[in-house]
């Protein structure tokens, strides 16, 4: 079975803190891929990044980083210099393969809600 | 731009009745989805279509159908509603895979219905 975890429930940051947001999966699938999605109060889902199970290397985008380790199965999420924007939950996904159609469906963690204090 | 709309932000219902929520994407994406999303069960699947009239049941199908007569439209329908229902309701669309490529879904703004 495919799963997600992020065992972080929330955490708390002061404003230009650094703050590492968990995830790890599971899957039996070679071919996968791996996504952080952001949901913000106003509740709509925002894509951040897309990850290969090809491609290791990690990936920064301005104060957004990512660390994907396949020997760990972890797909980690680091904002830098946080800032009281960035609150919202925070959501890591797996794309899978499925039997019939060509569709694939994504599965996800709980997800991490991200409080940052002014 | 990417657009997913929902038909109703909030809903109130009661139990028993029959509810419908629209979903409809403007990005001519063949498939398309219905999660619902409760606190610290993250968002689950529970239909996606890949198609036309074509659908496949998702982790959490039970008490749910859908319907998708039109490319643009997927409708979620809870044929009589009960208060375990009560919940966020996420519509989200996606282009179909291609090669090795990937893709991201693209979320509506979410129902959030209550039955009571």
């Known amino acids: 079975a495919q799963k997600v975890t992020q065992a972080q429930t929330e955490i708390s940051v002061v404003e230009k803190e650094d703050v590492t947001l968990d995830c790890v999966y599971e899957?039996?699938?070679?071919?996968?891929?791996l996504f952080w999605y952001k949901q913000p109060p106003s509740g709509e889902l925002v894509f951040l990044i897309r990850?290969?199970?090809?491609?290791?290397q990690n990936e920064i985008s301005g104060r957004y980083s990512w660390n994907f380790q396949k020997s760990t199965s972890s797909f980690n999420f680091t904002i830098t210099a946080s800032q009281v924007v960035d609150s919202a939950v925070y959501f890591c996904?797996?794309?899978?393969?499925?039997?019939?159609?060509?569709?694939?469906?994504?599965?996800f963690g709980s997800g991490t809600q991200l409080t940052v204090l002014p | 731009d990417v657009k997913v709309t929902q038909s109703s932000r909030y809903l109130v219902k009661r139990t028993g009745e029959k509810v419908f929520l629209e979903c409809v994407q403007d990005m001519d994406h063949e498939n398309m989805f219905w999660y619902r999303q409760d606190p610290g069960l993250g968002l689950r699947l529970i239909y996606f279509s890949y198609d036309v009239k074509m659908k496949e049941k998702g982790d959490i199908p039970e008490g749910y159908s859908v319907s998708r007569e039109k490319k643009e439209r997927f409708s979620l329908i809870l044929e009589s509603a009960s208060t375990n229902q009560t919940s966020m309701y996420l519509c989200?669309?996606?282009?179909?895979?291609?090669?090795?490529?990937?893709?991201?879904?693209?979320f509506g703004p979410g129902t959030r219905l209550t039955v009571t």
């Open positions: 996904a797996l794309s899978l393969r499925i039997s019939s159609g060509s569709a694939r469906q994504l599965t």
């Open positions: 899957t039996r699938d070679t071919t996968y891929y």
């Open positions: 990850r290969n199970s090809f491609d290791e």
């Open positions: 989200a669309s996606r282009s179909p895979m291609t090669g090795q490529s990937s893709y991201e879904q693209y």
